[in-house]
T-cell receptor, first 115, second 112 residues
Framework: EAGVAQSPRYKIIEKRQSVAFWCNPI?????LYWYQQILGQGPKLLIQ????????DSQLPKDRFSAERLKGVDSTLKIQPAKLEDSAVYLC?????????????FGPGTRLTVT | SQQGEEDPQALSIQEGENATMNCSYK?????LQWYRQNSGRGLVHLIL?????REKHSGRLRVTLDTSKKSSSLLITASRAADTASYFC????????????FGKGTLLTVNP
């Protein structure tokens, strides 16, 4: 079974530039999550999708971050404009549909450095 | 905000020894999960314990949950160098729609 795919694996940008991350979840998984993990901390949920609908985006900085999940499969997370404090690893995870709880399957992450 | 708080922040042991990590949390939960993260395999789920369970085993892992103290422990027996990683507890609070909140993690180093 293929795992959660993410790209790119690394990205370096200057502040005020924009950046986008892509995620392809495990086939058949209806729920998709984006997390931000700052060095030395645990992952923090940014947004949760179920199919192509948003379940929770309470911790997403909506003035600069946006995310979409087209057709309930792939997802993209965008930051525009980036700030220095956005430097982090961005993790995508997926889990099966249904009333929880379920373990979450994580992708390898995208390491973003904002200079 | 981080719900779980792992203790200790870092732990260094010799191969073959047991490692115990603790997690404390603040609000009532539905479930608690433990995850491992290392550079090779990323973040991987280890074990899930429901709020009505007190103990669970999986291979060399033993997890306990004390909801009255809002705490959990993860025991790894007969540790191996390959167990070197960061370990995170993640809780989903009642009414949160199974949204996971992770702690800051314990960095475990197993010396060969």
């Amino acid at each position: 079974e293929a795992g959660v795919a993410q790209s790119p694996r690394y990205k370096i940008i200057e502040k005020r530039q924009s950046v986008a991350f892509w995620c392809n979840p495990i086939s058949g998984h209806a729920t998709l999550y984006w997390y931000q993990q700052i060095l030395g901390q645990g992952p923090k949920l940014l947004i949760q999708f179920q199919n192509n609908g948003v379940v929770d985006d309470s911790q997403l900085p909506k003035d600069r971050f946006s995310a979409e999940r087209l057709k309930g499969v792939d997802s993209t997370l965008k930051i525009q404009p980036a700030k220095l404090e956005d430097s982090a690893v961005y993790l995508c995870a997926s889990s099966p549909l249904g009333s929880g709880p379920y373990e979450q399957y994580f992708g390898p992450g995208t390491r973003l450095t904002v200079t | 905000s981080q719900q779980g708080e792992e203790d200790p922040q870092a732990l260094s042991i010799q191969e073959g020894e047991n490692a115990t990590m603790n997690c404390s949390y603040k609000t009532s939960i539905n479930n608690l999960q433990w995850y491992r993260q290392n550079s090779g395999r990323g973040l991987v789920h280890l074990i899930l314990i429901r709020s009505n369970e007190r103990e669970k085993h999986s291979g060399r892992l033993r997890v306990t949950l004390d909801t009255s103290k809002k705490s959990s422990s993860l025991l790894i027996t007969a540790s191996r160098a390959a167990d070197t990683a960061s370990y995170f507890c993640a809780t989903d609070a009642k009414g949160s729609n199974y949204k996971l909140t992770f702690g800051k993690g314990t960095l475990l180093t197993v010396n060969p």
